[in-house]
T-cell receptor
Framework: EAQVTQNPRYLITVTGKKLTVTCSQN?????MSWYRQDPGLGLRQIYY???????DKGDVPEGYKVSRKEKRNFPLILESPSPNQTSLYFC??????????FGQGTRLTVV | SQQGEEDPQALSIQEGENATMNCSYK?????LQWYRQNSGRGLVHLIL?????REKHSGRLRVTLDTSKKSSSLLITASRAADTASYFC?????????FGAGTRLTVKP
């Protein structure tokens, strides 16, 4: 079954404690993206990747890092989380000019 | 910056009525896509319309595209309570895909 898998689904952490949200896709898609969703602001793109070892900033990259060492995985790293990074995060993957497939979401709370 | 902007922000209708949502975008596109999101869940792709198409149907969904006005509309006919969700348009370019803030549709039984 074609899918994008994010983990964890829910995470509560403390300010400054490094965390990683994993994302994996099984469709051999070139493009992968991370979004955050906050009430009234829709989806805002954090980072995206066009292929292995090729990443670029989206609209809200501050405080986040990503890596794309393998085509199927695109982890999101928060090296020093802060409360303003409390949000709902989505990973998505797609091929060129096709539809995007989304993960189930990760609800992150930073206290 | 967001590429697609949906209008209205919120829409409330009775079951059986039609719902129309609009999307405006800023740059030239290869295709435009509509997605649906149930509360707190991942977005699900509904329909893709290419830049050389003017109208497309899928079940109760009808999408139109006017590239001269840089706008698209999504029509849901004979709405059901289960159509209650947020709807987003998106316009992928070579590198990324950006979404608008969405239209929140409520269908009352």
């Amino acid at each position: 079954e074609a899918q994008v898998t994010q983990n964890p689904r829910y995470l509560i952490t403390v300010t400054g404690k490094k965390l990683t949200v994993t994302c994996s896709q099984n469709m051999n898609h070139e493009y992968m993206s991370w979004y955050r969703q906050d009430p009234g602001l829709g989806l805002r793109q954090i980072y995206y990747s066009m292929n292995v070892e090729v990443t670029d900033k989206g609209d809200v990259p501050e405080g986040y890092k990503v890596s794309r060492k393998e085509k199927r995985n695109f982890p999101l790293i928060l090296e020093s989380p802060s409360p303003n990074q409390t949000s709902l995060y989505f990973c998505a993957s797609r091929s060129v000019n096709t539809e995007a497939f989304f993960g189930q979401g990760t609800r992150l709370t930073v206290v | 910056s967001q590429q697609g902007e949906e209008d209205p922000q919120a829409l409330s209708i009775q079951e059986g009525e039609n719902a129309t949502m609009n999307c405006s975008y800023k740059t030239s596109i290869n295709n435009l896509q509509w997605y649906r999101q149930n509360s707190g869940r991942g977005l699900v792709h509904l329909i893709l319309i290419r830049s050389n198409e003017r109208e497309k149907h899928s079940g109760r969904l009808r999408v139109t595209l006017d590239t001269s006005k840089k706008s698209s509309s999504l029509l849901i006919t004979a709405s059901r309570a289960a159509d209650t969700a947020s709807y987003f348009c998106a316009t992928p370019n070579n590198n990324d895909m950006r979404f608008g803030a969405g239209t929140r549709l409520t269908v009352k039984p």
